[in-house]
């Protein structure tokens, strides 16, 4: 992934698909609550003819290139493998193109999770912990430049990593979705570990289920040979476009009784959004 290549990618999707709140919209403005602040106004505006961001909270502004290295406080060269991990739209272009990460990294250690900051990061969205440290570890990881960083990790089925701390979400190696037998003909399917977290906490157990992590919507058609065994498919997708598409394209094509659980949450942008806002 080169600079050029970066600048392509169209900035309202990715910041869509890492989850951030969009607000007003027009034919060339699409406004975000800002990533850099809490705000109850949106100040965050993107110019989807140049492709170009202004967050009006900050004074930050830019490519997606200066929007990545900002928000994870990177090099340019760590921004561009964090913008080759994952499938992204291209701007002005419809077909999406899959761009494999560049193996410029390096894992130090995988532990269980005893960082207090990484403790306090899940504890601040409402995350039990016990389910936390029973399905995720701690990873200490570096870039190109040799410095040390760590993360909360979620593991899919090909041995990848999903990153995530306050201001780092990326995945290290393959992307993937995960499984996880609990030898039952219900299935739950989630868009991220931390949706699956947010069920465990919300129902303070882990129901008799098995599950299925996407990791990406971009990864849904890989299901397809997993729920024919079941008999019951119950989905949870965030609220927004990826997550329609995902859910219309199970609601399509998978066999047995579909659940779109979303009306659990339907004023939410996903299930953890509605754990940490609930009364």
């Known amino acids: 992934m080169n600079c050029k290549k970066a600048k392509q990618i169209d900035l309202v999707s990715y910041l869509k698909k890492q989850g951030f709140r969009t607000g007003k919209t027009n034919t060339k403005d699409v406004w975000f609550y800002s990533p850099f602040k809490e705000e109850k106004t949106p100040s965050f505006k993107v ?3 140049k492709n170009i961001f202004f967050d009006h909270s900050s004074g930050i502004g830019g490519t997606i290139i200066d929007f990545v290295t900002n928000y994870n406080n990177c090099s340019i060269r760590e921004a561009l493998v964090i913008l080759s991990e994952g499938s992204f739209s291209f ?26 900051n990484l403790l306090d990061y899940l504890s601040s969205r409402k995350i039990n912990l016990q389910f936390a440290k029973q399905f995720c570890f701690q990873v200490h990881y570096s870039f190109s430049n040799g410095k040390e960083n760590y993360g909360i990790g979620f593991m899919n089925n090909v041995g990848g990593l999903e990153i995530r701390n306050e201001f ?3 995945c290290l190696g393959k992307k993937e979705i995960t499984t996880i037998n609990n030898n039952s003909n219900v299935v739950s399917i989630f868009e991220s570990w931390s ?14 289920e098995n599950f299925i992590i996407l990791n990406s919507t971009s990864l849904v058609k890989k299901t397809m040979g997993l729920l024919n065994k079941y008999s019951v498919i119950k989905l949870f997708m965030d609220n927004d476009e990826a997550g329609n598409k995902a859910t219309d394209f ?28 609930r009364n």
Do not use: C, M, W
């Open 47 to 49: 110019n989807t003819t």
């Open 91 to 116: 701007h002005q272009q419809k077909k999406q193109i899959i761009i494999e990460p560049e193996p410029t990294y390096s894992i130090k250690k995988v532990t269980e999770l005893t960082n207090q």
């Open 168 to 170: 780092f979400k990326g």
């Open 195 to 208: 949706d699956l977290l947010s069920y465990f906490s919300i129902k303070n157990e882990i129901p008799k």
């Open 250 to 277: 199970l609601i399509e094509n998978a066999n047995g009784k579909i659940i779109d659980s979303r009306i659990q949450y339907k004023n939410y942008n996903d299930l953890n959004h509605y754990l940490v806002n």
